[in-house]
């Protein structure tokens, strides 16, 4: 990877922690690159370290895992900050890394009855259920968007 592939992944990573998942026009310009070369950086970024997750067809981030840029089914609050997992395997991660009491309101997919989960200091509290893995995890990025 190079100097500048790995200083973009670092920026996409540092906004989505924020909260924000940037656009191809938001790098070029914190790059001073094209909207074109930032799409071009992000698809190689994609493509050849498995370092995202681009919404197929396009040069914009899906997942910086463990944050989506979409709203999913799996949001994570907290006091500083409200982000998207894919899962709620990556909405926990989510909840480690910005390291606040935060707060996982969902769903059981399966059945649809209401689930929160509740951390705080990196310690989970409260997790009704049992995460389930359809596909091994030696799988998941053959499609990770749908795994």
Known sequence: MTAEDAAVRLFVYEQARQGRIP???DIAREFSVTPRAAGE???RLERDHDALVLLPGSPYVWLADPFSALP???PVTSAT???HGACIWDAMGIAALVGASCEIPTACPQTGVGLRV???DHELLDAPGV???AV????WWES???T
């Open 131 to 133: 995460v389930h893995f």
């Open 72 to 74: 999913t089914d799996y």
């Open 81 to 83: 900050g409200r982000w």
């Open 23 to 25: 656009a191809p026009i």
């Open 144 to 146: 990770i968007g749908f």
């Open 136 to 139: 091994p995890s030696r799988r």
């Open 41 to 43: 950086t992000l698809q």
């Open 118 to 120: 509740t951390t705080r």
